[in-house]
């Protein structure tokens, strides 16, 4: 009885598991196919929404470029509707452009950004043009964190749903099947658009986008047992001249004549052939992403007759997407370096090994490599270990090290001029940077830098600058005794500062700069214009002093911020002076600057500043005093803007001084400001208390600026209550 349950058992069990292995045999295998079309291919998303609300279960994947993309993620475990919600909250500003936080750059590189209008770059004394208008890092980091949940995966075969997607070999003009690897970097591979986006190394090949050579994949899913096939097919036809508009017109157009000799048999082997309509939109109409999710939306209702049948019972599996919030990192891995040291790397992404990091701060450590545009790409990539993960970087070092850069700048004070620079970097040493460069205008200066950076270890540099006006000015720099004694109600000025200084520097608390130094300076100003048998010399001097200084900022415009806070802090014992005057006596100046910004609404922008400064010692240099006055100017010394007054107007060894600005953007980089400054200054104001009382001086000023290509272009008029004057200022361009 014992042996018969037992047949009986064995009888049974086989039977369902050849019942069992019928069915999914008999099963058909669907296959998804997503062809290429930038932006346009945002209508995928829409057709996965119909497909998943169906119960239609997806077996294999195959995409080209935005097909890709979006193909990818979907295999990996997002359903349409969550595409759709990840696809809202995009920039897609940043889609486009190699967008690098304000923040995440230096002091020297925001210096970099924010005082130049061209930059032409060389190699080997040759002009070296960049390969496309972007690294697309942006993209690569939403990639990496979108799909962070399958990053243990290396074979695509593996994923949820199988996947694979499609580049081109740039230089033979291959297809190439990307199947294994790094998703997100197989995913950027494939929708890399020549000119738009920097090719992507993979296994020795440099790809492309795939729509070069095959923008619709579907003989690959046959190849791999797919027997019905949804494709979506997103391609324009060819146009008419008339309707070939831009760049990107051109580059679609002629990425189209051999794939749509194509189509019709790739059509024929599509069991379901779906077609948004998305006429009138381009690969980079990303701004316009929720309309042409609806398009595909829309045009898979209208093959419902055909999708019905393979309608299902299926869900799809919520698959964990880690909360990516932070990340044990056990070691870092950095590959390729040369022209760079270990240090320098670790300095700028601001966290070491054995530490535990926000996913975010990996992404701003990744920015600040890229913000030092010392690399023509970084990609990185988390490898498990039982601890934690290990980081891996890959670099691969610019090889453009020497550039010529152009700026543009007028203001009221130092007026118009040309400023040429040359760069070089890696001149001496790893991590260094020289600098030089040359105003030519009105007024003569030139500012030259060289700076090893050496990351959290001490970096070092060296700075000589040299700077000349000449002004009328109601201001002597000696308590206006000079005036008072020749009767004049103004002196012609000419001031000239020549600065060198040597300083060390490292990061402190991972946020600010702090360094230290030793600075030799000398100041000479004389006036034509003195009477009374006066010397025309009013200072002639050499000053030495140790310089020291904290600085943080994290605004994201300097000029229009709309957040984010700055601080700089500087303390200068002055220990020697030549002494013309023969009266030198050891001082100290120090000074403190602070400004935080944020956004009452979507278009104003609140600024508050606060600023202050004192001298220590019985007998300062008064050429060295807080000047107050102006507008648009770069600092020179202890001269700062004051609306309301002309230029260095007030002065004194000690000075407090507030301003709020509130700035309202009428249209985009097109912006309506109101400012109101207020200030004590005087003499030894923090000793009897005057710096807290009510302000001696205020001003008020009217503006409009422009964000253009040289810089900003701004015009303010300003007034103050106590003087009753008026003044209009004009700036143009980056200050320098």
């Given at each position: 009885m014992k042996k018969l349950l037992l047949l009986f058992i064995f009888l049974w069990v086989a039977f369902a598991s050849y019942g069992q292995d019928s069915l999914v045999q008999n099963k058909p295998k669907i296959g998804l196919v997503l062809s290429?079309?930038?932006?346009?291919?945002?209508?995928?998303?829409?057709?996965?929404?119909?497909?998943?609300?169906l119960g239609i279960k997806i077996d294999c994947v195959a995409g080209t470029s935005m097909g890709a993309i979006i193909g990818g993620l979907y295999a990996s475990g997002y359903s349409g509707k969550e595409l759709d919600s990840l696809f809202k909250e995009i920039d897609t500003d940043a889609l486009l452009q190699d967008y690098t936080p304000r923040e995440s750059k230096t002091f020297y590189e925001k210096r970099n950004d924010e005082i130049y209008a061209f930059s032409l770059p060389f190699n080997k004394f040759k002009v070296e043009l960049p390969k496309a208008l972007s690294k697309g890092l942006y993209n690569y980091h939403l990639m990496s964190k979108l799909t962070k949940h399958v990053d243990h995966i290396n074979d695509f075969e593996k994923l949820p749903i199988p996947f694979l997607c499609i580049a081109t070999n740039v230089e033979t003009g291959e297809e190439v099947i990307l199947k294994k690897g790094t998703l997100?970097?197989?995913l950027l591979a494939s929708g890399a658009i020549p000119t738009l986006y920097n090719p992507i190394e993979i296994d020795g090949k440099m790809l492309i986008d795939g729509g070069v050579v095959n923008n619709y994949p579907v003989e690959e899913l046959l190849k791999r047992g797919a027997n019905i096939i949804i494709g979506v097919d997103v391609q324009d036809g060819l146009k008419k001249l008339n309707d070939i508009k831009g760049a990107t017109g051109i580059l679609s157009q002629v990425t189209n004549y051999s794939m749509i000799e194509k189509m019709s048999k790739k059509?024929?082997?599509?069991?379901i052939y779906i077609k948004p309509n998305i006429k009138g939109y381009t690969v980079v109409s990303f701004e316009k992403g929720n309309e042409i999710v609806i398009k595909g939306e829309e045009e898979a209702k209208k093959h419902l007759n055909e999708l019905e049948p393979l309608k299902g019972n299926y869900i799809r599996p919520h698959i964990q997407k880690k909360g990516v919030d932070s990340i044990y990192i056990t070691d870092l891995q950095i590959n390729n370096l040369d022209k760079f040291t270990r240090a320098y790397i670790v300095g700028k992404l601001k966290f070491n090994s054995n530490s535990k990091v926000e996913y975010s701060a990996v992404e701003k450590g990744i920015n600040n490599l890229n913000a030092t545009q010392n690399f023509e790409s970084i990609f990185y990539y988390f490898q498990k270990n039982n601890v934690g993960e290990r980081l891996v970087i890959d670099l691969t070092e610019s090889k453009k090290n020497t550039f010529l850069k152009l700026g543009l700048h007028y203001d009221d004070l130092l007026k118009s001029a040309l400023l040429l620079n040359v760069t070089k970097k890696n001149l001496i040493a790893k991590n260094d940077v020289f600098s030089l460069d040359v105003g030519l205008g009105d007024n003569f200066r030139y500012n030259l830098n060289y700076y090893v950076d050496n990351g959290f270890y001490i970096s070092y540099g060296f700075n000589s600058k040299y700077i000349v006006l000449n002004r009328n000015l109601k201001n002597d720099f000696s308590g206006n005794l000079l005036l008072q004694n020749s009767g004049l109600s103004s002196l012609n000025i000419d001031f000239s500062d020549f600065s060198n200084q040597a300083y060390i520097q490292t990061i402190f608390a991972q946020k600010f700069s702090i360094g230290a130094g030793v600075e030799l300076k000398h100041l000479k100003i004389k006036s034509a214009t003195i009477l009374n048998n006066e010397d025309p010399i009013i200072d002639n001097s050499d000053y030495f002093s140790l310089v020291g200084y904290l600085k943080y900022d994290s605004f994201d415009n300097k000029y229009f911020p709309k957040k984010g806070w700055y601080f700089t802090g500087d303390l200068k014992p002055v220990l020697y002076s030549s002494d013309r005057a023969n009266n030198f006596e050891r001082f100290t100046i120090a000074k403190a600057d602070g400004a935080i910004a944020f956004t009452l609404c979507k278009r104003f922008t609140f600024k508050l500043q606060s600023e202050g400064g004192f001298s220590i010692g019985e007998n300062r240099v008064p050429y060295l005093d807080f000047a107050l006055g102006g507008y648009g100017f770069t600092q020179i010394n202890n001269l700062r803007p004051f609306l309301g007054y002309d230029f260095v107007a007030l002065s004194g060894n000690s000075y407090v001084?507030?301003?709020l600005v509130l700035d309202y953007e009428i249209f985009r980089k097109?912006?309506?400001?109101?400012?109101?400054?207020y200030a004590n200054i005087?003499?030894?104001?923090?000793?009897?208390?005057?710096?807290?009382?009510k302000p001696m001086y205020s001003g008020y000023g009217l503006g409009y600026g422009l964000e253009s290509l040289i810089g900003p272009i701004e015009i303010k008029h300003s007034w103050s209550p106590e003087t009753k004057d008026h003044y209009t200022w004009f700036s143009i361009g980056f200050t320098f």
């Open positions: 290429g079309g930038g932006a346009k291919g945002l209508a995928h998303i829409g057709v996965l929404k119909v497909i998943d609300s997100p970097k197989a059509i024929e082997l599509t069991t001084k507030g301003s097109n912006h309506f400001n109101f400012t109101a400054n005087g003499n030894n104001i923090f000793d009897d208390g005057t710096w807290i009382k």
